[in-house]
């Protein structure tokens, strides 16, 4: 089990960051605390002080204590922390992520290969090479590696200090003691796993966190949500899982007119993401053997549902990996000046809304597709690059009319229109 946060924090709600940096430090055991949103290195402000409140008043050492019960209280401070306490707590972790990568392996993996690679445990670059060898995806191997390394680490820390805490005199107990809160604040901080962007989508956000959990572990996720910009748009991609999930399920049914429903639903949805990859494809492959779908027409519906999968999964991966982003002085530029259009996009996104809104009501555009383009409206998200000379002018100057999307039909088929002028 791998568990985590995701903290949408924000510029201009700095009391509500104080208490999400207490309550990450104080109050919750997890891996990993992934921070999004605006003002992050104020946020990491705030963690480091919340780290050395919490840390300055502890002690392993209690009024005439033994060293087992200190010994014993900082292996609580270390559970807490969901640290790695011994070798077999690490092998049993390197089992589960064989299980997990087991399956993308072209032969498998079991017998001899399998007890080969488990004793490999102490050794993750000779790991990593044979896994290699094997045929492994190189980013399933890099994961691997990435997350034995850190747990061989954080492992070896945990004995070092125990062994220190048995070892100490009576004289060097305020040392040991010290020794040991620098080892719990190093402990905190490596959980921290900063998105220091601003306009990261939530395909972008949910890449990372897969990125971060290990091969073959179920990840626990609990969103620490201020509503707005990247947040939202993270929120987004759970509820259109949800829905993908539900037609899922309707696809599979007995009866010929649910699976038709949920067919139907699938081959005009628009939202697919990484969540849907591997359900969709699943499911699919399963529906395509059942009595019901044993027509030229479902089969058909089935590939076009493929199909809109594969597009949208290469559209989200070309937009992961294209283009670096900027940081620096040329970020914080950026940022400055979309701070400064964040009054007249309001009215523009308001006006949009209300032409959304008018062809939802005539019947020119379906419910699905007016909410998809509100949500766009509403995550108000855009990149944070320095404009030039020239198009900050243009801007200042008369803006030109904007193309709106065709509109579709209830049936999700595009209809011709004029296009309408933005007149702000």
Not at 59 to 85: H, M
Not at 106 to 125: F, I, S, V
Not at 412 to 424: C, H, I, L, M, N
Request: hydrophobic share 40%; net charge neutral.
């Amino acid at each position: 089990m791998w568990i985590t946060t995701v903290v949408n924090n924000r510029a201009d709600r700095v009391p509500r960051s104080r208490v999400f940096a207490d309550i990450l430090v104080k109050d919750i055991s997890v891996d990993r605390h992934f921070l999004i949103g605006t003002n992050l290195e104020g946020m990491q402000g705030f963690l480091r002080q919340a780290r050395e409140q919490y840390t300055r008043d502890l002690t392993i050492w209690r009024r005439d204590g033994s060293v087992e019960q200190a010994a014993g209280a900082f292996r609580q401070f270390a559970q807490r922390l969901r640290q790695v306490l011994d070798a077999s707590q690490t092998r049993r972790e390197l089992a589960v992520m064989l299980d997990g990568v087991a399956t993308a392996l072209p032969d498998g993996l079991a017998g001899t290969a399998r007890h080969e690679l488990e004793d490999l445990w102490q050794q993750p670059a000779a790991l990593a090479d044979r896994l290699n060898q094997l045929g492994l995806d190189p980013a399933l191997t890099a994961g691997l590696k990435t997350h034995l390394d850190r747990q061989l680490r954080g492992c070896d820390e945990y004995q070092r200090m125990v062994s220190r805490i048995e070892s100490a005199p009576a004289a060097e107990r305020d040392e040991v003691n010290a020794a040991a809160r620098a080892v719990l604040r190093e402990w905190l901080e490596r959980k921290i796993v900063v998105l220091d962007s601003g306009d990261l989508s939530g395909e972008q956000i949910m890449h990372r966190i897969c990125e971060e959990t290990p091969p073959g572990f179920f990840n626990r996720i609990m969103g620490m949500q201020n509503i707005k910009g990247s947040g939202l748009d993270l929120v987004y991609r759970w509820q259109a899982w949800r829905e993908c999930h539900a037609a899922c399920g309707m696809l599979l049914d007995a009866d010929l007119a649910t699976a038709r429903s949920g067919l139907q639903t699938l081959a005009t949805f628009q939202e697919f993401g990484q969540l849907c990859g591997q359900e969709v494809r699943d499911t699919i492959r399963r529906a395509r053997v059942l009595p019901a779908a044993q027509r030229e027409d479902f089969q058909a519906e089935l590939d076009l549902v493929e199909t809109r999968l594969d597009l949208a999964l290469q559209e989200i991966e070309q937009t992961r990996t294209g283009g670096a982003r900027t940081t620096g002085l040329v970020a914080r530029l950026g940022r400055f000046f979309r701070d400064c259009q964040d009054l007249t996009e309001a009215v523009r996104r308001r006006r949009k809304a209300d032409l959304i809104y008018r062809d939802l009501c005539h019947e020119r555009i379906s419910q699905e597709r007016a909410a998809l383009e509100l949500r766009a409206l509403s995550k108000g998200t855009k990149k944070t690059e320095l404009p030039s000379f020239f198009s900050l002018r243009r801007y200042l100057s008369v803006r030109g009319p904007v193309a709106r999307s065709a509109p579709v039909d209830p049936q999700g088929t595009a209809v011709a229109e004029q296009p309408v002028a933005d007149k702000s």
